[in-house]
């Protein structure tokens, strides 16, 4: 291959400009003539029949231009399971699900008619530990489940259950192998819930338009699922609807899908089609909108005595929260993967979603994965010293390799890159096999940890991209996506790609910055680190199609065949002849000759790429392909803990990605840090806490503590593999969700060389530590 | 009730009518237009407001918008001069220190204020000075790093600009 010219290069991010100077407009920041504010009421209870509603004193006072409850709605919404009302009705299924909705001239009118609102509610027995929610006597969440629309085929819930999804996966024969076993291991662990805390809290503007149209500006991942399930929903044709993303204020997963757009909708309807705007309050952000689902673990292995592992059950109970629109597809995914990267003969994985009466789940950055990997993970090491062998040996032994199959049938081959490099690498980042130094003080102890990890895009099998490239008078490119850069950085590598692949300075080429679905092209989700990969692919195409309409134009001006014509620098020259040349600028919008002739026309080139191979899961044994490809990696972890306060400090952290190709390595570093810095907080602080109602306790900053500047690690260290994926653009895979998934895993297994305690629950925060040393020097 | 008041705002005079009630935000963002300025949670708790009130950070979420009456505020639309980007603004960009940029404004203007006052920062007080401010994004090294970046810089030119 040539030389790369931008592709690999740390070409600084496009919109920082905008971003540095205040300019770039969220959706927090829009207003549209004759807009109105929207607020919600919520439940303040997780299970109760709504009695009565009385309304009439908020729709008296003045300014208030719309009141609705769930009571008119008859809409139901979801993008794998359709299971959520707009307005809760008849029953409120979570403490701060929302239940009137109440636009206004200004935010204070609606606030105070919101505090007019009666509601009589019988609160009900709520339902809120997922595992007894699967016994037979528990109270149901949803009794009508077997009436909801769901992705056929995909998805499997079981009515009359809480039971949202029910996953498996098969393989061999799981009971022989762990009865014949050698060694044998069996624990639990937990994840609590937690929230994805994007900065920009969930906010959207929407405006019903006479003929049953409506425009939206929405802060999203997703312009065209906001597009497609509103359709839905409300029985709109698709151009009906027309979807602005502007600048993103942080997503991680919890702005793909739909959230409060359709309430403003039906307000906006409400209101005689005025412009609706609601801003979620950080409350609501927290206690309102999805986050990221509890899950219980049970994991069994079995290994021979040499610890080749021969048997790996695990059950994985999620607590998807009052509603599994998406959270059905984490519990899909964490079936597929729910084994980690190992090589296991006789594989039974069970992942129940399961209904409770608490904040709904949704996908967060590397879902499904950071919380089953943190049970994985922490149960590899503990069989490690079972079978008194080095945690990391253990590893290598069982890592996947080539010629080995993955838990769902899929062939390992060199191009799914090199788990056991990973493994190699992390151990040498943190000097595996040698003692800490001395910690820094007699009552503080230090302890070095390994985790691995692994993930797969979660999509669905048909999902698809294009690309549109436009150029301009001056020989510029623009480039048309509709997938989300909500600051993961993916348009800046578009743009190298562009660049490289249009041959021109990367000066000019562009990608256009606020998606709109009027004129953007189709993109499924910008969620699974795939929209670098499947977006670059499809550059990779439009660029070809432009080339091809600039070399046809300029072998016709030189009389040439096109395949003559080399295109270098923005210039189509006759190869052999570049004296005979003509800049982009003269043939991006058709070539005059010297007597006025005219031929081409404007440059546009299209691009796409869908999901190849990819098939549905067998029910029974979830036998199938569900990647597109796989990206493996490993953190590894030195940290020092405090005994007398359960304060622990990481000193040295090292994510280590198979990227397959750096394709900027400044953003992918960007990625990496911010990503180990969130793993942290969901390894050491972040947790929802519920009271015994199932009330919802700590909506706020101050409660739900996220890592500040005051907490990052001594050290980050990041290293980036490049063993290259086949199809994926210069060989790159997906990386953008990874360095959070096994921060908690590597941290706990190094808790576990500090101290020696078996840590099984999340977060690790100073004072389940601390009860745990203090636990142990009773026992002596 | 409401209250005339006057203040300069990055070094324009702006004249208001504000309720009691009204925040220093609200009325940046909406009567004033400046939406650079973020709300991030509205009760003093991730300093995406940060502004610069007579050059001391605050959150503006927290201020109401008459006790700046008689005050020089500085928001991030103020931080470039004549379209030039400051040093630091500058320095936020090679470091790569916004990714979706939410917090950017307040982190710019928390840094501002450090370096105003402390030329020569240590590490530490970087971390002090935007320990208010949350990013969700970057994991703050790059943040850091571009405070850091700035100060060097302006110590090598003596000055800002
Ligand atoms: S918006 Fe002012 S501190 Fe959060
Ligand atoms: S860059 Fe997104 S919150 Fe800081």
Redesign the interface.
Known sequence: MAELRYVGKPV??D????????????T??LAVPGMLHAVMVTSPHASARIVRIDTSDAEALPGVRAVLTGDGLSYRVGLYMVDKRILARGVVRYHGEPVVGIAADTIDIARAACRLVKVDYEPLEPVLDPRDALKEESPLVHPDLETYEHAKGVFFPEPKTNIAHHQRVRKGDFDTAFASADVTLTAKFYNPPVQ??????HATIVQTLPGDRAEIWSSSQSPYTVRHLLSVCFGLPHANIRVHVP??????GGKAGLHLEPLAYVLSKASGGRPIKIVA??EEEFNTLPSRQGLHSTVEIGTDKSGRIVALKATYVWDAGAYADYGVNVGRAAAYSGGGPYVIPNCWIDSYVVYTNKIFGTAYRGFGHLEVLWGIERAIDMMARKLDMDPVEFRRLNLLREGETTITGEAFTAGHGSPVECLDAAAKAIEWGTPSEPASKPYKVRGKGIAMLHKAPAMPTYTSCAVVIKLDEDGAADVLVSGVD????TYTVLKQIAAEELRIPIEKAHVTWECDTAFSPYDWQTVASRFAYMGGNAIIEAAADCLRQIRDVAGQAFDVPPDKIVCEDGVAFVDGDPDRRIPYAKLALGYTFENGNSIGGPIIGHGRFIATGLTHLDPETGQGLPAQYWTYGAHAVEVEVDTQTGEIEVLDIATVVDAGKVLNP??C??QV??????GLGSALWEEFRFDESGRFLNP???DYK?????D?PRN?QRILLENPQPGGPYGARGVAEHPMISVPGAIGNALHDALGIEFTTLPLNYERILLRILEQGDRG | MTHEIVLTVNGQTERATVPASMTLLELL?EPLH??????????G??G?CTVLLDGAAVTACLVLAVEADGCDVQ???G??NDGQ?STL?QA???A?A????????GM?LSARALLDRSPNPTDEEI??A???????????????AAVRRAADRIGGEGSDG
Do not use: S
């Open positions: 600084a991010r919109d920082a400009i905008d971003k540095v100077t205040g300019a770039a407009r969220y927090h920041d994805h805390v994007p900065m920009e809290t600048y993103v204020g942080g997503g991680f309050t950080r909500y600051g993961q950085g400044k953003l570093d960007g840090v911010g990503g180990v810095v969130q706020a900053f101050v996220i890592p500040t500047a005051k990052i980050t | 963002r400046l939406t650079g300025t973020k709300e991030g949670c509205g009760i708790e991730c995406a928001t991030i639309e931080e470039a980007l603004q936020f960009i090679d790569g916004a990714q979706c940029g939410f917090c950017t404004p710019i971390v002090e935007i320990a208010g401010n949350l990013c969700r994004c970057t994991g703050y090294e790059a943040i850091i």
